[in-house]
């Protein structure tokens, strides 16, 4: 099968996953494009598996990941489609988890009319040693103190991205895609 996996990405830390994914779809002998949604093709006619997916700000994928999706929803209910998201919400221990999840997956596919054949769900990179944007990096400064009262301590590196269940979920979407016609 021809796949295209996009991701779409405020700070990076979507691209490994996507990467990952790829990877592990390539292993079960398919050939693979891991492509960033800015730079999508303008055609998706020549893929038989498409993998789109995202890192969340505000409850929100990226524009240009989300525009992908909306200008292509007609010609992606005609292919063999998989969503995932990488955010911190999938690292919640209580009801945030599946909030997320129908937020960022179930509802983000229902929106535009998609029926996935899978949908991945993972955690996230967040790294404040750099910028986030002024607004951002000026908000977690001021909040520095209560952000680590929750459990997020912004002097150091936040990485949940489960590079064991990522992978694994890339081979399960090849057998998904094998199995359905
Ligand atoms: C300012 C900011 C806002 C975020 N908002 C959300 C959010 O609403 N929901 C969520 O699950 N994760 C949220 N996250 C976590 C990101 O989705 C996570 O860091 C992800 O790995 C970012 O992917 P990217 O680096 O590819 O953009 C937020 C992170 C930051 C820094």
């Given at each position: 099968?021809?796949?295209?996996?996009?991701?779409?990405?405020?700070?990076?830390?979507?691209?490994?996953?996507?990467?990952?994914?790829?990877?592990?779809l390539q292993d079960e002998?398919?050939?693979?494009?891991v492509v960033?949604?800015?730079?999508?093709?303008?055609?998706?006619?020549a893929?038989?598996?498409i993998?789109?997916?995202?890192g969340?700000?505000a409850?929100k994928?990226?524009?240009e990941s989300?525009?992908?999706?909306?200008?292509n929803?007609?010609?992606?209910k005609a292919?063999?489609?998989?969503?995932?998201v990488?955010?911190?919400?999938?690292d919640?221990?209580?009801?945030?988890y599946?909030v997320?999840k129908k937020?960022?997956?179930?509802?983000?596919a229902?929106k535009?009319s998609l029926?996935p054949?899978?949908m991945?769900y993972?955690g996230g990179?967040m790294d404040?040693?750099?910028?986030?944007g002024l607004?951002v990096?000026?908000i977690?400064r001021?909040?520095?103190?209560?952000l680590?009262k929750?459990?997020?301590d912004?002097?150091?590196v936040h990485?949940?991205r489960?590079?064991?269940?990522?992978?694994a979920?890339?081979h399960e979407?090849a057998?998904?895609a094998?199995?359905?016609?």
């Amino acid at each position: 099968m021809n796949v295209l996996v996009l991701y779409g990405t405020r700070w990076g830390g979507t691209e490994k996953v996507a990467q990952t994914i790829g990877k592990a779809l390539q292993d079960e002998g398919h050939v693979v494009e891991v492509v960033d949604v800015k730079e999508a093709p303008e055609s998706i006619a020549a893929y038989d598996l498409i993998l789109v997916g995202s890192g969340l700000r505000a409850d929100k994928w990226t524009k240009e990941s989300e525009a992908f999706v909306e200008k292509n929803a007609a010609a992606l209910k005609a292919k063999k489609l998989a969503l995932y998201v990488s955010c911190s919400m999938a690292d919640r221990k209580d009801e945030g988890y599946n909030v997320g999840k129908k937020r960022y997956l179930d509802d983000f596919a229902a929106k535009y009319s998609l029926t996935p054949i899978a949908m991945g769900y993972f955690g996230g990179l967040m790294d404040f040693s750099y910028s986030h944007g002024l607004l951002v990096d000026i908000i977690v400064r001021v909040n520095r103190r209560n952000l680590r009262k929750n459990g997020l301590d912004t002097a150091s590196v936040h990485d949940t991205r489960d590079w064991a269940a990522i992978e694994a979920w890339g081979h399960e979407v090849a057998k998904i895609a094998q199995s359905t016609t």
